[in-house]
């Protein structure tokens, strides 16, 4: 990131650290408690010194900072450096230190591209970017906790960040801030930085060998080891090891299902949290060695050169490898329907044994219950293109033939799926069935199925809230269900609009989840009951202004969709 973009952020406080700091009241607003007196509320809130949030760890001391009582622990690192002899190397732990390490600012973003990453305003303005430094020294993770070296054994919830297995990171979006959440409910909030894309995926084990065995799945293996040193450090921070959620959007939430399915990471996960990112399916181990081989050639080495591609700058490496990946994907053609390709997770009988719920659920999950949530609409094609909520049901089939939001498109089938939608869903307008046929909760009652039967209960959601953001247009999309759960849409206002209507699902999202992650069982806040998932009925809780229980309501609109 430029200096311009960073100066901007600690000026304007559009940064997740600067949002926190210049909205005390709007935060406060959002918070469980009334606020401050008026004789306190002119006094400081944020506190920094030499022993104001000084805690150990393994590796050494760190010193954070407190603000409007949490504890701030930032960029911690919980493994080395990745450049060099480590790339496509598993994680390494970091070397002790022996100054107090200043944890006050966010870790370093994993490599990725980021040209133009601001280049369109309006999902800019959305999502409220936020980036910093880009390197391989990226393995960080931040703390926010109510209290250090208490005593105390409070939950802990880790996220894990979307955009994919390319893009992202732990502060990508205000909405993944934790102070409101470990506030209300007295709890430890943990976010991770790790290996993405090419420098976390490239299966090099079919041209390397035993040396390279583990490249295809370093990115999940940091995540692991991220996990370890919850384990080993978070009793200095508050919280309780042995009562670990894991909570992942979009492509986080595929990281979760990933992370339940690897037996390296049993016993360091208890309950687990999906959210827009039911991954069933990781990809398959010949063509991810196929790919790792295409790499190398389109690198220029031979197999004997293969240490090579550990001294290329990240940035050239990445666009080697995706131009691999594009000539590969040219040449193989379409896949099976469902499979993951290019730079991810891959199923390579070791590390990851099976795919995560695909055909059956792993049994390293039999004993985690988890809630599996998703967006009513997850795209709106119309939020900043108006003129599309006139448009008619037979361009909307002519549109799904070919591309169906995140996925392909429904070829012959689109009329059948769209009219199977708009028949049980009369009310819906034409550009609000595009939206729901491109973001089906197939996926979600696949991921729930397989779950339902193992011992350990899962609860399915479907958050149906509409924002009142470009003229009611910008609807449940993708990413806008993150700051409920957290107790932050005061804070994630361009997903939200702020204020008392979103606030009070916000209040009963955010008990349920705090309930969840004490108990394993969303039950006993302000939602209404809360029924665990069948297959047989299928009951999910509606999240809207008057949240309701319901037994699938779109069963019969996703008969007509095509099996993946």
């Known amino acids: 990131m430029n200096s311009n973009r960073r100066n901007f952020l600690k000026t304007m406080g559009t940064g ?14 959002g918070c469980a408690s009334p606020g401050p007196k008026p ?97 391989e020294d990226c393995l960080r993770l931040n703390v926010l906790t109510p209290a250090i070296n208490d005593g ?3 939950p802990v919830i880790v996220w894990l960040h979307g955009g994919g297995f390319t893009n992202g990171n732990a502060i990508e979006q205000d909405g993944y801030h934790g102070e409101n959440l470990a506030k209300k409910g007295d709890i430890v909030f943990v976010s991770v930085n790790h290996r993405l894309g090419p420098l976390g995926f490239t299966n090099l084990a079919g041209v390397g060998g035993e040396k390279f065995a583990a490249s295809g799945n370093v990115g999940m293996l940091d995540l692991v080891d991220s996990l370890e040193w919850v384990r080993d450090n978070i009793p200095n921070f508050g919280g309780d090891p042995g009562n670990v959620t894991i909570i992942g959007q979009s492509g986080g939430g595929a990281k979760v299902t990933t992370l339940t399915a690897m037996p390296s990471a049993k016993g360091l996960i208890h309950k687990a949290v999906v959210l827009s990112g039911a991954g ?33 700058p990240w940035l050239d490496y990445i666009m080697i490898a995706n131009r691999a990946a594009s000539k590969l994907a ?26 995560p719920y695909y055909p059956e659920a792993t049994p390293v999950a039999s004993d985690i219950p988890m809630i599996i949530c998703s967006t009513m609409n997850e795209s709106s094609p119309s939020r900043t293109s108006p003129e599309l909520e006139n448009i008619t049901l037979d ?11 995140f996925s392909g498109g429904f070829g012959d089938k689109a009329a059948e799926v769209v009219n199977a939608y708009a028949k049980v869903f009369p009310d819906k307008k034409p550009v609000e069935i595009w939206s729901m046929v491109s973001s089906s909760r197939q996926g979600v009652v696949s991921l729930a199925d397989a779950k339902s039967k193992q011992p350990a209960p899962v609860y399915v959601a479907w958050f149906c809230w509409q924002p009142p953001l470009f003229d009611n247009r910008a609807r449940a999309a993708h990413c806008v269900d993150i700051c409920f759960w957290f107790y932050n849409t005061d804070l994630m206002l361009t997903h939200t609009g702020g204020g008392a209507r979103p606030r009070k699902l916000s209040e009963k999202m955010s008990d349920a989840l705090l309930q969840f992650m004490r108990t394993g069982d969303p039950n006993g806040g302000s939602l209404p009951a809360w029924s665990k998932y069948s297959s047989e009925r299928g009951e999910v809780m509606v999240l809207d202004d008057i949240s309701e229980l319901k037994n699938d309501p779109d069963r019969e609109a996703r008969k007509a969709l095509p099996v993946i």
Do not use: C
């Open 152 to 154: 105390k054994k409070r």
């Open 280 to 312: 069933t399916r990781s990809g398959e181990k010949e063509y991810s060695e196929k790919l790792g081989a295409y790499i190398l050639k389109e690198a220029g080495f031979s197999a004997g050169q293969i240490s090579k591609l550990q001294e290329i």
């Open 16 to 29: 997740a650290t600067g949002l926190a700091l210049g909205t005390a009241a709007i935060s406060a607003s």
């Open 330 to 355: 040219q040449e193989s053609g379409p896949g099976p329907s469902g499979m993951r390709r290019g730079f991810n997770p891959v199923v390579d009988g070791v590390f990851l044994p099976q795919h």
């Open 39 to 135: 004789e306190e509320s002119d006094g400081p809130v944020l506190f920094i010194g030499e022993n104001i949030a000084l805690a150990d760890t393994q590796y050494g001391k760190v010193r954070g900072y407190q603000l409007r009582g949490i504890y701030y622990f930032l960029g911690i690192p919980y493994g080395a450096d990745t450049s060099g002899q480590n790339r496509f190397m598993p994680p390494q732990k970091p070397k002790p230190w022996t100054d107090i390490f200043p944890a006050v600012w966010w870790g370093n973003s994993a490599p990725q591209i980021m040209e133009k990453r601001y280049a369109n305003v309006y999902s800019s303005f959305i999502d409220h970017w936020n980036y910093d430094d880009v390197s």
């Open 395 to 405: 361009k909307v089939i002519e549109n799904v033939k070919t591309r169906s939001g």
